[in-house]
């Protein structure tokens, strides 16, 4: 994968990019598959490295996997899953958060498991505090080492539970899902978060046997079964990576067709990519997203969870907003520190300033924490090439595209970390007939 970029900006990106599955999906429908006592098939899997780092790691655990790259099929036979080695466990976790996932199967199917330090992209502490009371609800035995986590299932395996979480974390509601379908008895799950990619992943575990309803305000019953059975699935596409082409198109003043977006996962972004002056041709198998010409409208937004705006599509819409005539305010209440990569956008030329304080009408869980999770973007202003160092997946993407609508050359390093979730990043800028060079 190319590291590095030289990029002449200036041109708008026009064309067509495909979407395949979510990675805040496809990673997860890959740990569900131990649940079952037979083989599962994933389709429309994208070729990205978090799903290698999943691949691997089920592997470590005896999971066998075929993965046809270019039909985007994945099939699992979780027929021998067995103990891992701590060390090599680690080796292949790299800084992906999915160990904390893979708990409750291993604890069903071999009654133990293991989580090394975590990592994941670098937008604030992203604890696992939730994980591990959830884990323990179910009646797991958690105990700290020197080199990460152990786990072990009590005599008899895990209980169903009462839980209620404090925050609707995407995270901790899976672990919940992946825990409980197979644990003895009923949970009861209060706070729930109800991200579309957890609805398709409800909708595996249905498939698999799981009984699981989706209560109104944010609970979910899970009726315990005893055993599962493999599946067969269609992953839902990828929602995130949808909303950063459509503010590449904004940014750039281009016109991208992005076909596989499908409109019902995106309904608030696409509110506000119409707000914001973004041109939108709503088709039954993608999207066109365009910059209409004329000036865009400066906005207010304010992160949250489903079905708010959701922090993902924040880092690639504020590039575009510093193209607005106007002020615009995002309001990041999901990840405390999710506003790095705008010092990049500053060289560059942006007109941006951070705050401690809640600069929107939700006074969230920052507010009195002195973090700087809100901006201030004033607009327009034009961008000018600069060197930059990629910090994290959606931050990444954003720099690119910054640089891909600034004037002049911009060197971008660490642009390995944007193939975490963007299939074929660099094969699709080419295509959209973006000017740059691959320095490696
Ligand atoms: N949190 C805790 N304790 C926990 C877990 C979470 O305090 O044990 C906090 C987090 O620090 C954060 C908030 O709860 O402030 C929400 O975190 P959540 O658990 O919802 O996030 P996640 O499951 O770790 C997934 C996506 C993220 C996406 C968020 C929010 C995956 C692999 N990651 O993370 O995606 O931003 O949900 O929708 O599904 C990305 O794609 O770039 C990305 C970061």
């Not at 496809?26 to 978090?50: F, H, Q, W, Y």
């Not at 390995?416 to 295509?431: M, W």
Request: charged content about 20%; hydrophobic content about 40%.
């Amino acid at each position: 994968m190319t590291s590095a970029l030289r990029i002449e900006g200036g041109n708008p990106l026009n064309g067509e990019v495909k979407v395949r599955g979510a990675k805040n999906l496809v990673p997860k429908a890959m740990v569900a598959a131990l649940l079952g006592s037979t083989p599962s098939t994933l389709r429309n899997v994208p070729e990205i490295k978090d799903v290698q780092v999943v691949t691997d790691l089920v592997e470590l655990h005896g999971v066998s996997v075929t993965n046809n790259t270019e039909t985007g099929e994945l099939t699992m036979d979780p027929s021998q899953v067995s103990l891992a080695n701590h060390a090599d466990i680690d080796a292949h976790a790299g800084d992906s958060r999915i160990p904390i996932l893979l708990c409750g199967p291993l604890l069903h199917t071999i009654g133990e498991a293991f989580i090394p330090d975590l990592g994941g992209c670098r937008i604030g502490d992203r604890p696992i505090n939730y994980h591990l009371r959830v884990l323990e609800e179910f009646g797991a035995k958690v105990e700290k080492l020197p080199t990460g986590i152990s786990m072990k299932a009590p005599a008899g395996g895990l209980k169903g539970a009462s839980i209620e979480l404090e925050y609707p974390s995407v995270g901790a509601t899976e672990q919940v899902l992946l825990a409980a379908t197979r644990a003895e008895g009923k949970t009861e799950l209060r706070g729930a978060a109800v991200e579309p990619e957890i609805l398709d992943l409800i909708a595996i575990l249905q498939k698999m046997g799981a009984i699981i309803t989706v209560e109104t305000d944010r609970q979910i019953i899970i009726e315990g079964v005893p055993s599962l059975k493999g599946y067969q699935h269609n992953a839902m596409p990828d929602r995130n990576e949808s909303a950063s082409w459509a503010s590449a198109a904004l940014a750039t003043g281009g016109d991208i067709f992005v076909r596989g977006a499908n409109q019902k996962d995106m309904t608030t972004f696409l509110n506000v990519y119409r707000k914001m002056g973004g041109g939108l041709d709503i088709q039954d198998d993608g999207i066109r997203f365009y910059h209409p010409g004329g000036e865009l409208n400066p906005l207010f937004v304010e992160t949250n969870v489903h079905p708010g705006f959701m922090t993902d599509w924040q880092q690639p819409l504020v590039v575009a907003m510093t193209q607005a005539t106007g002020v615009s305010v995002v309001h990041e209440t999901v990840y405390e520190n999710r506003f790095g990569f705008t010092d990049a956008l500053v060289r560059m030329g942006a007109t941006v300033q951070l705050h401690r304080d809640c600069l929107g009408p939700t006074v969230c869980r920052f507010g009195h924490k002195n973090f700087q999770h809100s901006a201030i973007i004033t607009g327009k202003t034009p961008l000018k090439g600069a060197d930059i160092h990629v910090p994290d997946l959606r931050g990444g993407f954003s720099h690119v595209i910054a640089a891909l609508s600034a004037e002049g050359t911009s060197n971008v390093t660490g642009v390995s970390v944007i193939s975490r979730g963007y299939e074929h990043f660099v094969e699709k800028l080419n295509a959209l007939g973006a000017q740059f060079e691959a320095m490696d």
